[in-house]
């Protein structure tokens, strides 16, 4: 009898452990398909409508960025701190160059207080800082670099992640009828702040 009664506790237990298990089990898948679902501003979201984008100015006053009408828009999702968006620079400061109000560029960051580090790189476009979690979550901001471009009707149209290697900046030349330089070959030096 002592050892029925005690091999119905073992059973208990191990089938109290497997549930356990299990439950675990279904919140760690949860978990990880909310990480690769599509959220917008992923290339699943493309054909979106665009929401305004939320954060500060170079000078620090709050600031929601909406998008014209009659033009496109290209967003440069970018971080001071990344070696990518930094080697990815020579392509951005052409983008911008060759926009001349064929399309607008504003670039953005989490970060703030970059105006040191945009004038190291001689751009002066748009910039919003400290970019909201709403904005960041609508555009699927999870990593930089990311480019996305708005429609001159206000839709998502093209979202590109990573530096502009071989596919990416061949389809950013097509779109905008441009020639970018490519990739600079080294980090030309790190920010702090």
């Excluded at 979106?48 to 909406?66: D, H, I, N």
């Excluded at 001349?100 to 476009?125: H, I, K, P, Q």
């Excluded at 990311?146 to 779109?175: C, D, F, M, N």
Aim: aromatic share 8%; glycine share 8%.
């Amino acid at each position: 009898m002592a050892v029925s009664y005690r091999r119905t506790i073992i059973h208990s237990i191990a089938l109290m452990l497997l549930a356990i298990s299990a439950g675990i089990n279904v919140l760690q898948a949860q978990r990880i398909r909310a990480l690769v679902s599509p959220v917008p501003g992923t290339p699943a979201a493309i054909g979106r409508m665009a929401l305004p984008v939320q954060g500060y100015s170079r000078f620090g006053e709050k600031r929601e960025f909406t998008f014209k009408r009659g033009r496109p828009t290209v967003l440069y999702f970018f971080s001071p701190t990344c070696v990518w968006c930094e080697r990815n620079w020579p392509n951005i400061q052409s983008l911008v160059s060759s926009s001349a109000g064929r399309y607008d560029v504003v670039l953005v960051s989490a970060s703030r207080e970059l105006d040191e580090y945009l004038r190291s790189r001689n751009l002066t476009v748009d910039v919003l800082e400290g970019i909201s979690e709403n904005s960041r979550q609508h555009f699927g901001l999870s990593a930089t670099p990311q480019t996305v471009v708005v429609s001159p009707e206000g839709i998502i149209s093209h979202v590109w992640s990573g530096a502009y290697t071989a596919r990416p900046k061949r389809q950013l030349e097509e779109l905008f009828a441009i020639s970018l330089p490519g990739l600079a070959g080294s980090v030309a030096g790190s920010y702090s702040k």
